[in-house]
């Protein structure tokens, strides 16, 4: 068990100087068993079979500290902590962007990465098949042919065909300790696999968000640079017309320059972004298409739930466990090396001089062999084992520790930054329409004579930094409803209000 202690310190060694006591005492008692069973053997080796003693502690998961409720929440949160990615409604659909569910469902199919760790998935599948068969016996056949000449006696042969068989008895759980780790382990890719796409939707939704978002900073680039190409042309006409200095020429002229500068940084990050969108759906480097634009975008709400409920949600937390799980089953295995192995083998066949004797009554032959191997003296070895699986246990226990803690922050970060970035853009949004309607008035304070053409400068330049800022704090706020949903492990309820 692991818990907190007063001071708010991880409480773990003491709880393995528990579970070491406990194998301990364990395996004392397997050895006081086999003394007596050992001298009748022959009798009680079935019954010795069917209660051998499996060696480690049983899996209990450990005691974790869990906030009752998220640090930045206006309400409790309280995710349905069975749905998965592939349950519908997906969470990205809430976005109301078609474009963006095909470019999902596209990611879902062709990521290499992805790809990879379904692949990985296979492999552990495979690998836990082969810790299964190790417990059972073992079958083979063999054949041998063969003639010599031996002086003084003449020509002969020599013709077999055998069946063998040999079976390793799991007479102290190591083989069931190694299916338990084959199995958590198995467990573990998967939930890694599901942890990888879980990321991969999170990235390609956050992408096609930055790209919307970039679009429309390109376009009130663009449209600054219109208006301010007008205000040249206007003012060419005055300069040569002798109604204005050339002073107020060169300032109109910088700022159209400013706007014309903003327009290849926009493009060439556009440019990157569909590049890297397209590499995460699969496709070479390419242009990805847009069904709408950032404002058309939905902004999904955040329903009530319970910080506990990320336990049995996160794909790192379980994946964290189930690594725990297995390192906690190889404690046992490594405690399996004091005992001895007892394995059975036996040959069945025939074998002949002759060929045509060889399936003959006389020719059958077979034999059987059972075969004890413990160990006396190893220089250490098996204790330095027994040392590195406990070590290995419990970086288990603290990462898995570790894993719920960062969960606990990605979620609160995840809501303060809704929470600001939703200020923010209201701020903002306020801004902006003051700065349109400052613009205006400047304009007409400048053509009655009222002020120079430098206050209409000033507030144009404000207005094209909000408009900017603006669209970058909306995408902001879509891009933290991202990171929430992926910090909270994927789906939320269905039936969280709209």
Same mark, same amino acid.
């Given at each position: ?17 528990q ?19 050992l ?11 069917l209660?051998?003693? $499996? ?16 640090r ?7 995710p349905?902590? #069975? ?5 519908v ?13 095909a ?25 836990a ?48 300790r ?26 390609v ?21 219109a ?7 206007v ?9 204005l ?26 440019a ?8 995460? #759906? ?19 709400? #955040? ?29 046992g295995?490594a ?8 394995s ?13 004797r ?6 059958r ?5 059972g075969?004890? &191997? ?26 898995y ?15 303060v ?5 939703t ?15 400052? $613009? ?27 408009? &900017? ?26 039936e969280a209000?709209?």
């Open positions: 068990m692991m818990g907190m202690n007063g001071g708010g310190r991880l409480a773990v060694r003491p709880a393995f100087r579970q070491t006591s406990q194998r301990q005492g364990g395996a004392m008692q397997c050895l006081r068993c086999a003394r007596r069973c001298p009748a053997a022959g009798v009680l080796l079935p019954a010795l079979l209660a051998g003693c $499996v060696q480690g502690p049983a899996y209990v998961r450990p005691t974790v500290q869990v906030p009752s409720h998220y930045f929440a206006s309400t409790p949160l309280r349905d902590p #069975v749905a998965t990615l592939a349950e409604p997906r969470w990205w659909r809430h976005f109301g962007d078609a474009q963006l569910d470019l999902v469902d596209e990611a879902l199919r062709a990521n290499h990465d992805l790809g990879i760790a379904t692949a990985r998935v296979d492999e552990f599948a495979a690998r098949a082969a810790v299964r068969a190790e417990a059972l016996p073992v079958l083979g056949y063999g054949a041998a042919a063969g003639r010599q000449r031996t002086p003084g006696v003449g020509t002969g042969g020599n013709y077999a065909g055998l069946l063998s068989a040999s079976w390793e008895l799991d007479l102290w759980g190591r083989l069931r190694e299916r338990e780790a084959a199995r958590a382990e198995l467990m573990a890719t998967e939930e890694a696999r599901r942890g990888v796409a879980l990321t991969l939707v999170a990235a939704v956050t992408g096609y968000i930055t790209l919307l978002d970039l679009d429309r900073q390109l376009e009130i680039a663009r449209a600054t640079l208006g301010r190409g007008q205000n040249v042309a003012f060419q006409q005055r300069l040569d017309g002798g109604a200095s050339e002073l107020e020429m060169l300032q109109v002229t910088a700022e159209y320059e400013s706007a014309a500068a903003a327009i290849p940084e926009l493009e060439q990050a556009l990157m972004q569909e590049h890297a969108l397209s590499v995460l #759906v699969g496709r070479n480097p390419g242009a990805i298409a847009r069904a709408g634009t950032l404002q058309a975008l939905h902004a999904p709400s #955040v329903p009530p739930g319970l910080p506990s409920d990320l336990l049995a949600r996160r794909p790192d937390i379980l994946q964290s466990e189930q690594a725990l799980v297995a390192a906690n089953a190889r404690v295995v405690r399996t090396l004091y005992f001895p192995r007892l059975l083998s036996g040959d069945a066949g025939s074998a002949s001089a002759e060929l045509d060889l399936f003959t009554g006389p020719a032959t077979w034999s059987f062999a075969q004890l &191997l413990g160990p006396i003296f190893a220089g250490g070895s098996i204790a330095a084992a027994n040392q590195q699986a406990e070590a290995r246990n419990q970086q288990a226990v603290l990462a520790q570790g894993a719920i803690q960062d969960a606990f922050r990605d979620v609160d970060d995840a809501l930054a809704i929470q600001s970035n200020t923010l853009v209201a701020s903002l949004e306020r801004r902006v329409a003051a700065l349109r309607r400052a $613009v205006g008035l400047a304009v007409e304070r400048y053509d009655n004579g009222y002020s120079d053409h430098l206050e209409v400068l000033d507030t144009e330049r404000g207005l094209f930094s909000a408009e &900017l800022a603006l669209s970058s704090a909306r995408g902001n706020r879509y891009r933290a409803l991202v990171a929430l949903y992926q910090a909270l492990g994927g789906d939320w309820a269905t209000p709209q």
